[in-house]
C-alpha cells in the first residue's frame, strides 16, 4: 500500500459504508441441485440424493471447519487433523458401548442424550489433545512450513498407531441408537432419519460459528487475527492464547465430527481420520484457505456432487472431488471466498 | 575417479563411511551369506527403496518440494513393466518397452504438473526424480513380479518414504541409503525384537500394548517427530556435525 492512496473517509454521521456482499458461491448449491433434476429424471431419487449429499455435507464441514480456522488464524497446515476425527469417533465408543439399554431403547429422548453424552465427551477429550498437540508438536514449528507438514503428518502416524494399542487392533462396530435406523418417507422419497439428525447438527454448528465470529468480541479478534495477526498483538490481546483456544475448539469440532462420521459407517478402524483427511483438505481449498463459509459451502459442493456423480455416472465418482476442485480453482484461484491476507 | 563419481561429495564423516560400506557389502553379499526367501526379499527391497527414496530425496531435500504424488511415478514404472510383460510374456523385449513407456509418460506426467502447480520452478528435478521413481516401480514389479494399487501407489507406501527420507538426512542422497536400510530393516525385525519385549512385559499394564509386533510404525513415528526436532538434517547431517566439530 503506498503513502498517495486515496481513503474515501465518511461522513461523519452517515453510516459505514456497506459490505458488499458476495453470493455468486452461494448460488451454486441450489443451481447444481436444480440442473441435477432433469438429469437424475425421477423426482423421489433426486429427493434421496441431495438430503443424502446435504448431510454428507455437513458432517464434512464439521471436520474441515476447524482445519479451516486453525490455518487461517495460525498459519499452521495441520496434517493431523484427521487424528482427532479417529479419537473423537473411538472416545464415543466409551459412552455408546456400555450404556447399550439407551441406545437400543425405542425412546427418541434416552436415544438423544445418549448421543450428546457421547459427543460431549468426544469433544472434552479432542479439546484436551488438541491443547496437547499444540503444545508439544506444533508450538516449536509456527511459521516453518515443511518442518509442520513433516511434524504433523508424524504426529498422524503416532496418534493412529496410540489408538491401537489404546483400542486394540480389532475394528470396533458403533451402533447407531434405535429411533435413528430406518427412513422416512417425504412422499415417494426415502429419507434416512440419521441424515436429518446429521443436517440439524452441521447447521446448528455452523449457525453457532457464524454468530460467534460474527457478534461476539473473541470472533472478532479470531477474525482480525486472520487479517492481521501482528496488529493484533500490537493492540495488546495475547494472540498465543488466542491459537490455543481456536486450536482447542478446532480439535473439538474435529472430534464432534468423528462421532458423526462414525456413526454413519457404523465401523471404526484407526485409519478412519486419515481416509478423511484428503477429502477434507480439498473442501478448504475450494472454499479458501481460512473462510469458515467458504468451508462450509465447499463441503455441500463435494458431497453433493459425489453424490450425483455416483448415481449418474459411478466412475466419475472416483475423481469427483478433484475435477470440482479443479473447476473452482480455474474460476476462483484462491478458493470460494479468498480470506483478504492470503 | 572417486572424486568425480562422487561430484566431489564425500561422507565426511568417519562414522557414516562405515556405516555406508557396511551397507554396500552388506546388500552386495546377501545372496551369498544368507538363505531363504525373507532375508533375501528384505535386500531386494532395501535396494529398490534406496533408489526411490533417492529420487524422492531430489525434490524434497533439494527444492524443498513437498509432493505426495510420487508414488504415482513408482507405480506407473511398476505398471509399465508389469503390463509389457502380461502382454508380450517374459522377455528382456517386454521389459525394455515397458520401462521405455512407463518413463515417457512419467516424463510427460512430471512436465504438465510442474508447469501447472510449480510454474517451471525446480521442474528439473521434478522429472529427474519422477523418471528415477520410475525405474524403482519397475524394478519393484521384476522383484515382486506382482503389481497391485495397494503395494505401489498406497498413501502408506508415500508416508514410508517420507519417513525414510527424514530419518536418514534431507538432502543429502546418502541419507536415502541409510533411511532406507534401517527403515526396512525395522519393519521386518523390530516386529520379532518387539514380540520378545511384550512376551517380557507380560503383565504389566498397557506396556504389553505398547511393544506389540503390530506397532513397530509407532516408534519409527517417535523416532520421526523427533528427528524433524532435535536433528532436521536426519542421521547423515548429524554424524557429519560431529566428524566436523573435531578437527
Same mark, same amino acid.
Given at each position: 500500500?503506498?503513502?498517495?492512496?486515496?481513503?474515501?473517509?465518511?461522513?461523519?454521521?452517515?453510516?459505514?459504508?456497506?459490505?458488499?456482499?458476495?453470493?455468486?458461491?452461494?448460488?451454486?448449491?441450489?443451481?447444481?441441485?436444480?440442473?441435477?433434476?432433469?438429469?437424475?429424471?425421477?423426482?423421489?431419487?433426486?429427493?434421496?440424493?441431495?438430503?443424502?449429499?446435504?448431510?454428507?455435507?455437513?458432517?464434512?464441514?464439521?471436520?474441515?471447519?476447524?482445519?479451516?480456522?486453525?490455518?487461517?488464524?495460525?498459519?499452521?497446515?495441520?496434517?493431523?487433523?484427521?487424528?482427532?476425527?479417529?479419537?473423537?469417533?473411538?472416545?464415543?465408543?466409551?459412552?455408546?458401548?456400555?450404556?447399550?439399554?439407551?441406545?437400543?431403547?425405542?425412546?427418541?429422548?434416552?436415544?438423544?442424550?445418549?448421543?450428546?453424552?457421547?459427543?460431549?465427551?468426544?469433544?472434552?477429550?479432542?479439546?484436551?489433545?488438541?491443547?496437547?498437540?499444540?503444545?508439544?508438536?506444533?508450538?516449536?514449528?509456527?511459521?516453518?512450513?515443511?518442518?509442520?507438514?513433516?511434524?504433523?503428518?508424524?504426529?498422524?502416524?503416532?496418534?493412529?498407531?496410540?489408538?491401537?494399542?489404546?483400542?486394540?487392533?480389532?475394528?470396533?462396530?458403533?451402533?447407531?441408537?434405535?429411533?435413528?435406523?430406518?427412513?422416512?418417507?417425504?412422499?415417494?422419497?426415502?429419507?434416512?432419519?440419521?441424515?436429518?439428525?446429521?443436517?440439524?447438527?452441521?447447521?446448528?454448528?455452523?449457525?453457532?460459528?457464524?454468530?460467534?465470529?460474527?457478534?461476539?468480541?473473541?470472533?472478532?479478534?479470531?477474525?482480525?487475527?486472520?487479517?492481521?495477526?501482528?496488529?493484533?498483538?500490537?493492540?495488546?490481546?495475547?494472540?498465543?492464547?488466542?491459537?490455543?483456544?481456536?486450536?482447542?475448539?478446532?480439535?473439538?469440532?474435529?472430534?464432534?465430527?468423528?462421532?458423526?462420521?462414525?456413526?454413519?459407517?457404523?465401523?471404526?478402524?484407526?485409519?478412519?481420520?486419515?481416509?478423511?483427511?484428503?477429502?477434507?483438505?480439498?473442501?478448504?481449498?475450494?472454499?479458501?484457505?481460512?473462510?469458515?463459509?467458504?468451508?462450509?459451502?465447499?463441503?455441500?459442493?463435494?458431497?453433493?456432487?459425489?453424490?450425483?456423480?455416483?448415481?449418474?455416472?459411478?466412475?466419475?465418482?472416483?475423481?469427483?472431488?478433484?475435477?470440482?476442485?479443479?473447476?473452482?480453482?480455474?474460476?476462483?484461484?484462491?478458493?470460494?471466498?479468498?480470506?483478504?491476507?492470503? | 575417479?572417486?572424486?568425480?563419481?562422487?561430484?566431489?561429495?564425500?561422507?565426511?564423516?568417519?562414522?557414516?563411511?562405515?556405516?555406508?560400506?557396511?551397507?554396500?557389502?552388506?546388500?552386495?553379499?546377501?545372496?551369498?551369506?544368507?538363505?531363504?526367501?525373507? @532375508?533375501?526379499?528384505?535386500?531386494?527391497?532395501?535396494?529398490?527403496?534406496?533408489?526411490?527414496?533417492?529420487?524422492?530425496?531430489?525434490?524434497?531435500?533439494? /527444492?524443498?518440494?513437498?509432493?505426495?504424488?510420487? /508414488?504415482?511415478?513408482?507405480?506407473?514404472?511398476?505398471?509399465?513393466?508389469?503390463?509389457?510383460?502380461?502382454?508380450?510374456?517374459?522377455?528382456?523385449?517386454?521389459?525394455?518397452?515397458? /520401462?521405455?513407456?512407463?518413463?515417457?509418460?512419467?516424463?510427460?506426467?512430471? *512436465?504438465?504438473?510442474?508447469?501447472?502447480?510449480?510454474?517451471?520452478?525446480?521442474?528439473?528435478?521434478?522429472?529427474?526424480?519422477?523418471?528415477?521413481?520410475?525405474?524403482?516401480?519397475?524394478?519393484?514389479?521384476?522383484?515382486?513380479?506382482?503389481?497391485? @494399487?495397494? /503395494?505401489?501407489?498406497?498413501?502408506?507406501?508415500?508416508?514410508?518414504?517420507?519417513?525414510?527420507?527424514?530419518?536418514?538426512?534431507?538432502?543429502?542422497?546418502?541419507?536415502?541409503?541409510?533411511?532406507?536400510?534401517?527403515?526396512?530393516?525395522? =519393519?521386518?525385525?523390530? =516386529?520379532?525384537?518387539?514380540? =520378545? #519385549?511384550?512376551?517380557?512385559?507380560?503383565?504389566?499394564?498397557?506396556?504389553? =500394548?505398547?511393544?506389540? @509386533?503390530?506397532?513397530?510404525?509407532?516408534?519409527?513415528?517417535?523416532? *520421526?517427530?523427533?528427528?524433524?526436532? *532435535?536433528?532436521?538434517?536426519?542421521?547423515?547431517?548429524?554424524?557429519?556435525?560431529? #566428524?566436523?566439530?573435531? @578437527?
Amino acid at each position: 500500500m503506498t503513502l498517495t492512496t486515496q481513503v474515501a473517509i465518511p461522513p461523519a454521521d452517515g453510516a459505514l459504508p456497506s459490505v458488499e456482499r458476495d453470493y455468486l458461491p452461494a448460488l451454486l448449491i441450489p443451481v447444481l441441485a436444480l440442473v441435477m433434476l432433469p438429469l437424475v429424471g425421477s423426482f423421489p431419487t433426486w429427493v434421496t440424493l441431495t438430503v443424502a449429499g446435504l448431510a454428507m455435507g455437513m458432517m464434512i464441514f464439521i471436520m474441515a471447519s476447524g482445519l479451516t480456522l486453525i490455518f487461517g488464524l495460525m498459519d499452521v497446515l495441520n496434517f493431523g487433523h484427521g487424528a482427532f476425527v479417529s479419537v473423537g469417533a473411538f472416545t464415543a465408543t466409551y459412552v455408546l458401548l456400555p450404556m447399550k439399554d439407551w441406545v437400543q431403547a425405542d425412546s427418541v429422548l434416552l436415544n438423544l442424550s445418549v448421543l450428546a453424552l457421547a459427543i460431549l465427551l468426544a469433544m472434552t477429550v479432542t479439546a484436551l489433545l488438541g491443547w496437547a498437540f499444540e503444545r508439544i508438536i506444533i508450538r516449536p514449528v509456527y511459521g516453518l512450513h515443511l518442518k509442520q507438514i513433516l511434524i504433523t503428518m508424524g504426529g498422524m502416524i503416532v496418534a493412529e498407531q496410540l489408538i491401537h494399542v489404546v483400542w486394540g487392533a480389532e475394528q470396533i462396530p458403533l451402533p447407531l441408537p434405535e429411533t435413528f435406523r430406518g427412513a422416512i418417507l417425504l412422499g415417494d422419497a426415502a429419507v434416512e432419519k440419521y441424515r436429518l439428525i446429521a443436517v440439524v447438527i452441521g447447521l446448528a454448528v455452523f449457525a453457532a460459528m457464524f454468530l460467534v465470529l460474527n457478534r461476539t468480541k473473541i470472533g472478532l479478534l479470531i477474525r482480525a487475527g486472520v487479517e492481521n495477526g501482528e496488529m493484533v498483538e500490537a493492540l495488546s490481546y495475547r494472540i498465543r492464547r488466542l491459537f490455543v483456544g481456536v486450536f482447542m475448539a478446532g480439535s473439538a469440532l474435529a472430534g464432534l465430527g468423528g462421532v458423526m462420521w462414525g456413526l454413519y459407517k457404523e465401523m471404526l478402524t484407526a485409519a478412519i481420520g486419515g481416509e478423511i483427511t484428503v477429502l477434507v483438505f480439498i473442501v478448504i481449498i475450494i472454499g479458501g484457505l481460512g473462510s469458515v463459509g467458504g468451508c462450509f459451502i465447499g463441503a455441500l459442493l463435494v458431497a453433493l456432487v459425489a453424490n450425483y456423480a455416483g448415481f449418474l455416472a459411478p466412475k466419475v465418482a472416483l475423481v469427483s472431488d478433484i475435477l470440482l476442485m479443479v473447476a473452482v480453482l480455474l474460476w476462483r484461484p484462491r478458493g470460494l471466498y479468498p480470506v483478504a491476507k492470503r | 575417479m572417486l572424486n568425480k563419481l562422487l561430484s566431489g561429495d564425500f561422507p565426511r564423516s568417519r562414522a557414516l563411511t562405515a556405516l555406508l560400506l557396511f551397507v554396500f557389502v552388506g546388500l552386495a553379499l546377501a545372496p551369498f551369506l544368507v538363505s531363504g526367501a525373507r @532375508p533375501l526379499n528384505v535386500a531386494a527391497t532395501i535396494c529398490v527403496f534406496i533408489v526411490l527414496v533417492a529420487s524422492y530425496d531430489l525434490l524434497l531435500g533439494y /527444492t524443498g518440494i513437498v509432493s505426495f504424488a510420487h /508414488t504415482m511415478f513408482y507405480g506407473i514404472g511398476a505398471y509399465g513393466a508389469g503390463l509389457a510383460l502380461y502382454e508380450m510374456g517374459p522377455s528382456w523385449w517386454a521389459i525394455l518397452v515397458g /520401462t521405455l513407456a512407463a518413463l515417457a509418460v512419467s516424463l510427460v506426467l512430471a *512436465f504438465v504438473i510442474g508447469l501447472f502447480s510449480l510454474r517451471v520452478k525446480a521442474i528439473f528435478y521434478a522429472c529427474l526424480g519422477a523418471l528415477i521413481a520410475t525405474l524403482a516401480g519397475v524394478l519393484m514389479a521384476l522383484w515382486l513380479r506382482y503389481v497391485g @494399487p495397494k /503395494t505401489m501407489l498406497s498413501f502408506e507406501v508415500m508416508t514410508d518414504i517420507l519417513l525414510m527420507v527424514v530419518i536418514g538426512g534431507m538432502g543429502t542422497l546418502y541419507g536415502a541409503v541409510i533411511g532406507a536400510a534401517i527403515f526396512i530393516l525395522a =519393519q521386518n525385525y523390530l =516386529q520379532a525384537l518387539m514380540g =520378545q #519385549a511384550s512376551a517380557a512385559l507380560a503383565g504389566l499394564p498397557l506396556l504389553p =500394548q505398547l511393544f506389540h @509386533p503390530d506397532r513397530w510404525l509407532l516408534w519409527l513415528g517417535v523416532l *520421526f517427530v523427533l528427528s524433524v526436532y *532435535f536433528f532436521p538434517t536426519g542421521i547423515v547431517g548429524r554424524l557429519r556435525a560431529r #566428524a566436523g566439530r573435531k @578437527p
